[in-house]
Each structure stands twice: as structure tokens, then as C-alpha cells.
Antibody, heavy 121, light 107 residues
């Protein structure tokens, strides 16, 4: 059974850097893209970006200038850094596995528990 | 970016009802469309992938259809645990985007 365990600071001040880490337990680490998705309170879901075991990344252009996603394959972990946060970055952040199906498409099949990050002065 | 628009934004129904939620993409995305259910305080859960494929362990009362720009999620014989928010999501190209959600509540 695949489990994604995530952790990181839950309260930040404006201009600080958000840092979250996600550890993958069970299953293959190298066969997937590992993704960060966020959800502001009471709102919808936003894809932040992703990384594979080789370190190949894709980022949402709306956040690209502030986002860095990294990987530590020795620990089966990925990390998210989001710089210069503002109140608009307040959200639950999810670590998610992107699975490829046999139809040459993909979907998000395993989700972490979510981490609420609040940005407030 | 590909925009995903769901309708309705909210929906009231009763246990045993059949409901349909629609998702429209701003351009053709073939069958690169997934559906998720989110209960309050929980992470989303995959229901349907590639437009019409039921994820393992998801009850068969959930079904999906469509291709191109128009897709539907149908829930038959609504159960109490089905009252939740539903999201569509495309996987055609990055950035992957979600619909705004459809909240299904008890009438």
C-alpha cells in the first residue's frame, strides 16, 4: 500500500519561504511523477508542479518564478519550496502521485494527508 | 491554459436519486479527463480516469462518459456517503487544471 507522509511549517509570515517535504512509503518511487497540489480554504484545487526520480520538473507558469521542487531518491522524498509567500498562498498543500494509465494519459491516484499552511503577519 | 468548467456549481438531491455533473474543457482534450470526490476535511479521491474508467474499489454506481470537450459524471442510486464535492481535471498538458467543483448536498 502506497502512503504519502508530508510535513512542514504551518505558519509563515509574508515574504518567508514555504517548505514542505513528502516521503513516499510503499510501491515504486521511480515509475511516477510526484506532484504538489494546493487548495485555499473553501476553494478549488491548483496544480503547483511535479518532479520525477531523475529530477525532471514541470511547474505551473503562474507560480514558476517562486517554486522549486526537488527530489531525494535515496529517501524516496520530494520537497516543495515556495518563496516570497503572501496571504494568497494560504492553503492546504497536498503531495500526490501522478499515475500513467494504459491510455497514454495520467491521473492523481494517491494523495498525502494535506498540510495547512497559513501566511499571516 | 486549458480551462475546465463544471455545472452545476451546487446540486441538491436525495438518497436513491440519480445525478449528473457536467464538465466542459476550453479545447479538445480527447479522453484526458479524470473525476475526483472530496469529502470535508479530506484529500480528494480518484473516481474515474480517462473519462470512463472506474478506479479500483470505487462503487459501480459511479460512471463517466464523454470525449473532446464535453464530459459527464453520473452517480446512480445516491448513497449518504456520496454527498461531497466533485472535481473534474484534465491531464492533456501542463498545467493540469481542475474544474471549480460541484457540491452535492442532501435535499
Amino acid at each position: 500500500q502506497v502512503q504519502l507522509q508530508q510535513w512542514g511549517a504551518g505558519l509563515l509570515k509574508p515574504s518567508e519561504t514555504l517548505s514542505l517535504t513528502c516521503a513516499v512509503h510503499g510501491g515504486s518511487f521511480s515509475a511516477y511523477y510526484w506532484t504538489w497540489i494546493r487548495q485555499p480554504p473553501g476553494k478549488g484545487l491548483e496544480w503547483i508542479g511535479e518532479i520525477n526520480h531523475r529530477g525532471s520538473t514541470n511547474y505551473n507558469p503562474s507560480l514558476k518564478s517562486r517554486v522549486t521542487i526537488s527530489v531525494d531518491t535515496s529517501k524516496s522524498q520530494i520537497s516543495l519550496n515556495l518563496s516570497s509567500v503572501t496571504a494568497a498562498d494560504t492553503a492546504v498543500y497536498y503531495c500526490v502521485r501522478r499515475m500513467f494509465s494504459g491510455y497514454d494519459q495520467s491521473h492523481f491516484d494517491y494523495w498525502g494527508q494535506g498540510t495547512l499552511v497559513t501566511v499571516s503577519s | 491554459d486549458i480551462q475546465m468548467t463544471q455545472s452545476p456549481s451546487s446540486l441538491s438531491a436525495s438518497v436513491g436519486d440519480r445525478v449528473t455533473i457536467t464538465c466542459r474543457a476550453s479545447q479538445s482534450i480527447s479522453i484526458y479527463l479524470n473525476w475526483y470526490q472530496q469529502r470535508p476535511g479530506k484529500a480528494p479521491m480518484l473516481l474515474i480516469y480517462a473519462a470512463s474508467n472506474l478506479q479500483s474499489a470505487v462503487p459501480s454506481r459511479f460512471s463517466g462518459s464523454g470525449s473532446g470537450t464535453d464530459f459527464t459524471l453520473t452517480i446512480s442510486n445516491l448513497q449518504p456517503e456520496d454527498f461531497a464535492t466533485y472535481y473534474c481535471q484534465h491531464s492533456y498538458s501542463t498545467p493540469y487544471t481542475f474544474g471549480q467543483g460541484t457540491k452535492l448536498d442532501i435535499k
